[in-house]
């Protein structure tokens, strides 16, 4: 095992896949929460699909000192706003349903959280880096979409089940077996199943991170608690 | 009709010029808008105006790759901040009347998106992608203000006039003609008030854009509704 | 006084060690904060922490054009996590107390704002820029802090005690003492004391910094009114 040398990355056309699968699913996502909680118009549910989409591979890439990819590259662009609009039209017939925002949100999690730390890894950055950046593209767009609808981020509040915990499971999944050198492909889509299963059983058996010691479950800390 | 080949830019000083106008109005439109809507002191009215003001050049910037050239030239700053101390010391004979802010925000508006699409176009960026950084020059100020001051969006609000439209509108029509190799000192001058015209007519007869399928107008869909 | 020649900036040890005595404390201040003020997890605690512990200088590094030092250093993100870990498991302890947050939270300011404007003298930027890169640096991490969170941030809040004006006040006597030759180490010290005693100061006789004119002290604008 030799960690000082940059494990090699995942190919080309595995990463800009799963990026994509993961700007879809995000891009729904985004969109369907915005129509869900706030009052928007056709151009929010794109603003807010868009962003959720493209948010956390574009704070990735500022601070991995890179120009964001995103802009470079119409196909990103393109099938965020597909999705966006996906849901902006047939959205009414599932914004009642929290089942398909759930899914679209933890395939998003679970591909962002592979395709950064592949990205983090493939610049020389070191395992630690990886990890941590692999899981800010996976909450990262998130987090910016729950900013502009103005409500405590999904991955910070208490309320919320476990969101950056699965991330940074799949994220240290994949860094661990890139470290060791074993094959990109297999490695990336085991490392996404596994962040992806563990979010899906979080969300439906409400599994949630502890609080702070001396404070109880229920009990809202001031005028911010939900 | 040559797309391939970067479009002649606007000369370097009437883009200046059209920056340096659209930092000052912004910046008396962040400041007004920081003194109607929040218990701001006189640093955040500055911070607000200067925000507003450079803050779409900025996102601009760093999504283009490019140190944020507000920094590297004082000024975009001391426009920044005469706009900003302007509106603190007699903001107060106007802070009741919506017009000059929403003729100042019409102004930044469109000076910023054709300044925005033409510093893509300048740095080889292709045409969708010059149209979208426009509007985010435009729109990115005002957004970053309304997140300071614990707002919606005006950008994704349902409740407010059409606005990223004039600015994509404007982008675009600079963006056309430029790729068609038009003389750019013209084609910066009518784009930029065709977003301004489109923008003001929005607001004086209040032009919303549609919301998703299956909501009404005046329907709340939750606690962020306003 | 050669103001064109780029100072001599502080030897590379004083700033390391500045910086992360400042990191230490912002994560404290931003993970005890986040413990009162919201209904946060474990996670959002580390969030919270991290984001204000580095946030500004993340801010500062992008402006300046250069990449985020704090992930090509691992003991950045080391510090500020034990910060915030140890606010976790001892804030119960600490988290109806206002002075260790506003101690934590003034000495992270007044570290920051002269590491802030060191850097920006370190790489050639004028004693403008350079003060407000500092105050930047000193403030960004809370300002960030504040928007997850949801709340008015406050360096722009008229209910919050001068904030800002002590950063620019260590950043520009810092500045200033660079310009004129002075020695570093000194220069520093006495510099974030000048800011650290001014922000303590204000504190507790709640000095707050003027609101527009034609408002009264207790009246609220409107609907954000605190």
Redesign the interface.
Known sequence: MDVTTAPTPAPFNLLLALDLLGVFAFALDGALT????????????A??GVTTAIGGG?IRD???????A???D?RY?AVAMAGALLA??L???M?RLATPIALADAAGLSLFCVAGAAKALEHG??P??AV??GAITGVGGG?LRD???????V?????SD????PALLGAGAFTAAAVMGLPGAWTAGVSALLCFVIRVVAVRYRW????????RRGE???????
């Open positions: 915005g129509i869900r909680s706030a009052r928007v118009d056709i151009v929010g549910v603003v807010l574009i500022l601070l991995l000192g890179v120009t964001p995103t802009f470079g119409w662009l902006f039209f959205g009414h017939r914004d950055f070191g630690a880096q941590i950046l987090t900013v502009l609808i103005n409500r405590i981020p991955v910070i509040s208490r309320d476990i969101y950056a915990i949630n991170a502890p609080g702070p010691p001396g404070t809202a800390p001031g005028r911010d608690g939900r």
